[in-house]
């Protein structure tokens, strides 16, 4: 297997000096001659799919159909922040214009837009090696918002990780985007260093909630604190109430199944825990457990990976609250899916130990007792990617459930499954602390833009100096906000009347 070639100082020097000069240049172009540049380098992917899928194949030890599908969400979320850019509104133009008699005062011309913050430091996740990766979505929402993307490759595919950097360089020189705009580094050192460079502007992240922890800290530490956008995984907890758990069990734990074990359980939404009534227990157990005996299982992502999963799994597996229903079997490539399973009230007693994300296929089925019970146990959690939940409108847990989750949640789902995450506008993947450092923001959707951009205001100044989604005859036809009314024409400002 290729190993990380690790960048040195001298060579993260030049990157980052690179990346500087990149900025303003990169800024000042339209955006749609950024939609470009993103179109060049998804055009250029889906040109070297062939290549790139059996890198990452070997690499990952994914599927092949897993990752044909991932280039395909790789390349499409690129497309999409190109029509964002056609599209204009992620600008949030406002123009208030001059007014002797506005309450507060006389109001002088206020114009209001958004500029990119500068280079961005991108640290690739392992388990998506295109999505998340070198092309994925942070690197797509940066380069749309204008800013130059240094990218940190993670160790797991390295050859993949080169090949892919190397591709986007290529389409970056067609499309004639300024140099610097784009480059790799590799390292741990090289990645936080980088962090700490007053160069650097912002940073994201997916990873573990060590990792993720530690490179916020550094950006907070800098005399000069940036933005840090760390993606840290949850638990991602799963509600059946009552009458559902009556209507459709069987329905409920096939899908559960699929989805804790979906990917070999790598995936940060994957359902760590499903709350269940106990009348409906050994129904579900069963089902479950008579499926998971004809599972073969599958290979992690990397040896560290599967020594991780494994220390989580044993220590989840030994605590007395914990019984288990299908122990994992060793296999010749990894092992195969564990159910484990405690009681509401063994939980309520012991969180702290029992409510920790165990990354791979495992998963704890939670008996409760009544619905004051489960609402107790959804107050324990305080910041997941997701929350889902298995009911009826007409309960009327479901709209308690509601109430209590969406104050802990970035995403919460009704009557399906929280894997598979869509790229999309409305899309919020995301979450409180301590499944992200920025309850605000979103990684995966259009929105994942607004992490990279900064507001600024213009008074009464001069048409020479404005940017031109503010200038009066509006050359870029965007949607404004004028007055306090949004204007979605595209239109020039009309001239005020005369007397």
Same mark, same amino acid.
């Given at each position: 297997?290729?190993? @990380?070639?690790?960048?040195?100082?001298?060579?993260?020097?030049?990157?980052?000096?690179?990346?500087?000069? &990149?900025?303003?240049?990169?800024?000042?172009?339209?955006?749609?001659?950024?939609?470009? !540049?993103?179109?060049?380098?998804?055009?250029?992917?889906?040109?070297?799919?062939? %290549?790139?899928?059996?890198?990452? %194949?070997?690499?990952?030890?994914?599927?092949?159909?897993?990752?044909?599908?991932?280039?395909?969400?790789?390349?499409?979320?690129?497309?999409?922040?190109?029509?964002?850019?056609?599209?204009?509104?992620?600008?949030?133009?406002?123009?208030?214009?001059?007014? &002797?008699?506005?309450?507060?005062?006389?109001?002088?011309?206020?114009? +209001?837009?958004?500029?990119?913050?500068?280079?961005?430091?991108?640290?690739?996740?392992?388990?998506?090696?295109?999505?998340?990766?070198?092309?994925?979505?942070?690197?797509?929402?940066?380069?749309?918002?204008?800013?130059?993307?240094?990218?940190?490759?993670?160790?797991?595919?390295?050859?993949?990780?080169?090949?892919?950097? %190397? !591709?986007?360089?290529?389409?970056?020189?067609?499309?004639?985007?300024?140099?610097?705009?784009? &480059?790799?580094?590799?390292?741990?050192?090289?990645?936080?260093?980088?962090?700490?460079?007053?160069?650097?502007?912002?940073?994201?992240?997916?990873?573990?909630?060590?990792?993720?922890?530690?490179?916020?800290? /550094?950006?907070?530490?800098?005399?000069?604190?940036?933005?840090?956008?760390?993606?840290?995984?949850?638990?991602?907890?799963?509600?059946?109430?009552?009458?559902?758990?009556?209507?459709?069990?069987?329905?409920? &734990?096939?899908?559960?199944?699929?989805?804790?074990?979906?990917?070999?359980?790598?995936?940060?939404?994957?359902?760590?825990?499903?709350?269940?009534?106990?009348?409906?227990?050994?129904?579900?157990?069963?089902?479950?457990?008579?499926?998971?005996?004809?599972?073969?299982?599958?290979?992690?992502?990397?040896?560290?990976?599967?020594?991780?999963?494994?220390?989580?799994?044993?220590?989840?597996?030994?605590?007395?609250?914990?019984?288990?229903?299908?122990?994992?079997?060793?296999?010749?490539?990894?092992?195969?899916?564990? /159910?484990?399973?405690?009681?509401?009230?063994?939980?309520?007693?012991?969180?702290?130990?029992?409510?920790?994300?165990?990354?791979?296929?495992?998963? !704890?089925?939670?008996?409760?007792?009544?619905? @004051?019970?489960?609402?107790?146990?959804?107050?324990?959690?305080?910041? @997941?990617?997701?929350?889902?939940?298995?009911?009826?409108? %007409?309960?009327?847990?479901?709209?308690?459930?509601?109430?209590?989750?969406?104050?802990?949640?970035?995403?919460?789902?009704?009557?399906?499954?929280?894997?598979?995450?869509?790229?999309?506008?409305?899309?919020?993947?995301?979450?409180?602390?301590?499944?992200?450092?920025?309850?605000?923001?979103?990684?995966?959707?259009?929105?994942?833009?607004?992490?990279?951009?900064?507001?600024?205001?213009?008074?009464?100044?001069?048409? @020479?100096?404005?940017?031109?989604?503010?200038?009066?005859?509006?050359?870029?036809? =965007?949607?404004? +906000? =004028?007055?306090?009314?949004?204007?979605?024409?595209?239109?020039?400002?009309?001239? #005020?009347?005369? #007397?």
């Amino acid at each position: 297997m290729t190993t @990380e070639t690790v960048t040195g100082e001298a060579e993260l020097a030049a990157t980052l000096d690179a990346a500087e000069r &990149a900025s303003r240049p990169l800024a000042r172009l339209r955006p749609a001659q950024r939609a470009g !540049i993103l179109r060049g380098i998804a055009q250029a992917l889906d040109a070297a799919g062939d %290549e790139l899928i059996p890198l990452a %194949e070997r690499e990952s030890h994914l599927p092949r159909a897993r990752l044909t599908g991932e280039l395909t969400r790789t390349t499409f979320q690129l497309r999409l922040f190109a029509d964002v850019l056609d599209e204009g509104t992620f600008l949030n133009a406002t123009i208030d214009l001059p007014d &002797a008699s506005w309450p507060t005062g006389a109001r002088p011309d206020m114009r +209001r837009t958004v500029l990119p913050l500068g280079p961005v430091v991108v640290f690739a996740a392992s388990n998506f090696p295109f999505a998340f990766s070198v092309a994925g979505g942070d690197t797509a929402s940066a380069l749309a918002a204008g800013c130059p993307v240094v990218l940190k490759t993670h160790p797991g595919h390295p050859e993949l990780s080169r090949r892919t950097g %190397e !591709i986007i360089d290529e389409a970056l020189r067609e499309t004639d985007a300024p140099a610097g705009t784009f &480059a790799l580094i590799s390292g741990d050192e090289a990645g936080r260093t980088a962090v700490q460079d007053h160069r650097v502007r912002a940073g994201a992240f997916t990873g573990s909630a060590t990792a993720g922890r530690a490179l916020f800290d /550094l950006a907070n530490s800098r005399p000069d604190p940036i933005p840090f956008h760390s993606e840290m995984g949850s638990v991602n907890p799963a509600f059946v109430t009552p009458r559902a758990a009556a209507q459709r069990p069987d329905d409920i &734990a096939d899908g559960y199944l699929g989805s804790f074990t979906l990917g070999t359980g790598q995936f940060c939404t994957k359902p760590g825990v499903l709350f269940v009534p106990s009348e409906s227990t050994a129904r579900f157990e069963q089902r479950l457990a008579s499926s998971l005996e004809e599972h073969a299982g599958g290979a992690m992502l990397n040896s560290r990976i599967q020594r991780g999963f494994q220390e989580s799994l044993t220590t989840l597996t030994d605590h007395p609250a914990i019984r288990v229903i299908t122990p994992a079997r060793p296999t010749e490539q990894g092992s195969t899916p564990s /159910l484990l399973a405690t009681s509401a009230a063994e939980l309520l007693r012991h969180h702290d130990q029992l409510l920790t994300e165990c990354f791979g296929p495992t998963s !704890i089925l939670v008996s409760y007792s009544d619905e @004051e019970e489960l609402a107790a146990a959804a107050e324990l959690f305080q910041g @997941e990617l997701t929350a889902t939940v298995q009911g009826t409108a %007409e309960e009327e847990i479901v709209s308690r459930l509601a109430t209590l989750l969406q104050h802990r949640v970035g995403r919460l789902v009704y009557n399906g499954w929280p894997t598979g995450v869509s790229v999309s506008h409305a899309m919020q993947h995301g979450g409180p602390y301590p499944a992200t450092t920025g309850s605000g923001h979103t990684s995966v959707g259009t929105a994942a833009i607004d992490r990279f951009l900064r507001p600024v205001s213009y008074q009464n100044a001069p048409a @020479e100096i404005l940017p031109e989604e503010l200038l009066d005859e509006n050359p870029l036809g =965007v949607a404004r +906000r =004028v007055n306090g009314v949004l204007d979605t024409t595209g239109g020039a400002l009309t001239p #005020p009347e005369t #007397p």
